[in-house]
């Protein structure tokens, strides 16, 4: 029989519920272990004492919240990361983070079980449990809400039954996740795709639609990773949080989408990320001037993979790990500085200016100073076109 379950802990009504119930149904010990990861809100030694008075024997809290903007943040800035073309991962980035420190807190506590209070019709399911699997296979995962059957409404009688200190009658029609390098809200009326989003979903970003003053700002980054804003030194959190506030209040990365779930299922979004879609737009111009032309390119189909990897649960895999230093390789020369005018929820590159540059003036300059030789030109547009002039002789002779 097992020894004791380590639980990941939000503090919430379910993983609060969730304490009483593992302990019912198994007869184990339950330690909870609540990881700050940027999403604000409660304070951490608050949600600590909430879950021994729920029973949890023990209760861990962790800020993560500078490993998390160095370690899983920054590797999908250096990939721009983006799931679908749109998503930057939120919640995907920071379940591979809770895993490690879970696994850390069952290693400490000789538990032999983790749980989560995931549904069975989500994605983060499959990247807790994947993610255990990956770095601990001898834990087995327990997840009582998708498991034991805990619906809402159960949990609330249970709270009420049992008395514990949890507010059972605020009913929030949204499933939010938020961390520092995004928001996620679903369900509610969201689940009509045709509803628009309303302002009051929102909380990272400001309307964009209201009369305000650009923000111009200068993002200086080394080997990829952003290391000053407007001249002042910033550590990757601080960039995150700075563009969080500046973007945000400019109504920057707003995204509202359809997107496809590992489980099958189609599902409606609604994502705020300002400083994250803010980080990868300068990111992403700083490439385009430092990065060879076909690193560049074989870089754009990694970067999907790589989100894709990330969305389906396989942080810890080969795969993910090797492309992790294909992109370290990419980054090895985007260091300089993004000039972006943030506005009327977009931010738009005005500047880009660096060292590592292969962008050469005298050779892209329609005036004087050209060094281009374009004599060259005529032979190579020849040559380049040969294959195409030859099939298309072939087609002419076999067609016609
Ligand atoms: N669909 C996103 C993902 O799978 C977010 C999941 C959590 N979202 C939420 N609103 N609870 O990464």
């Given amino acids: ?7 990941a802990f939000s503090g919430g009504l379910d993983t609060s519920v969730g304490i009483g119930w593992i302990k019912d149904a198994t007869g184990c010990d339950v330690i909870a272990v609540a990881v700050d990861v940027g999403q604000g809100g409660e304070d951490l030694e608050v949600i600590r004492e909430r879950a021994l008075a729920c029973g949890a024997v023990d209760a861990v809290v962790v800020d993560a919240r500078t490993e998390f903007a160095e370690h899983f943040c920054m590797p999908a800035l250096k990939a721009d990361a983006l799931y679908m073309d ?24 000789g538990a032999d079980t983790v749980a989560h209070g995931c549904t069975g019709k989500g994605n983060d399911q499959v990247r807790f449990e994947v993610g255990i699997t990956a770095l601990a296979p001898e834990l087995s995962c327990i997840a009582p809400i998708r498991d034991l059957g805990l619906t809402r409404d159960k949990a609330i009688d ?5 008395g514990l200190p949890i507010e059972t009658t605020k009913k929030s029609p949204y499933s939010i996740d938020q961390n520092v390098w995004g928001r996620a809200v679903e369900t509610g009326f969201l689940e009509d795709i045709w509803n628009g989003p309303i302002e009051d979903i929102y909380s990272y970003t400001d309307d964009p639609a209201i009369a305000r003053n650009a923000d ?4 200086s980054f080394e080997h990829g990773i952003p290391v000053a804003i407007d001249g002042s030194p910033v550590t990757p959190l601080q960039a995150i949080e700075i563009m969080n506030a500046r973007a945000g209040a400019q109504g920057v990365g707003r995204i ?3 997107e ?7 599902s409606r979004e609604v994502y705020e990320a300002p400083g994250a879609m803010a980080l990868i737009a300068a990111h992403q111009e700083l490439c385009n001037v430092t990065v060879e032309r076909d690193l560049a390119r ?28 294909f992109f370290t390789t990419v980054n090895e020369h985007v260091t300089g500085d993004v000039r972006m005018t943030m506005h009327g ?38 040559l380049w076109g040969l294959p195409s002039r030859m099939a298309a002789a072939r087609d002419e002779r076999t067609q016609g």
Avoid at 158 to 162: L, P, V
């Fill in 86 to 109: 749109r998503y930057p991962l939120v919640s995907a980035l920071s379940r591979p983070l809770i895993v490690k420190h879970l696994v850390s807190a069952a290693k400490q506590f």
């Fill in 260 to 266: 496809d779930r590992l489980v099958g299922i189609k």
């Fill in 298 to 325: 074989f870089a754009g189909t990694a970067r999907q993979r790589w989100a894709e990897l990330v969305y389906d649960g396989l942080w810890f895999s080969p795969l993910k790990r090797a492309l992790d230093e």
């Fill in 345 to 382: 929820g977009r931010a738009v590159v005005t500047g880009r200016r660096s060292s590592h540059s292969l962008y050469d003036f005298s050779l892209a300059t329609y005036d004087t100073g050209d060094t281009f030789d374009q004599s060259l030109a005529k032979g190579f547009v020849t």
């Fill in 256 to 258: 509202d989408m359809v």
């Fill in 158 to 162: 249970y709270a009420e039954a049992k």
């Fill in 1 to 7: 029989m097992s020894s004791s379950v380590v639980l």
């Fill in 216 to 219: 111009e700002v200068i993002i």
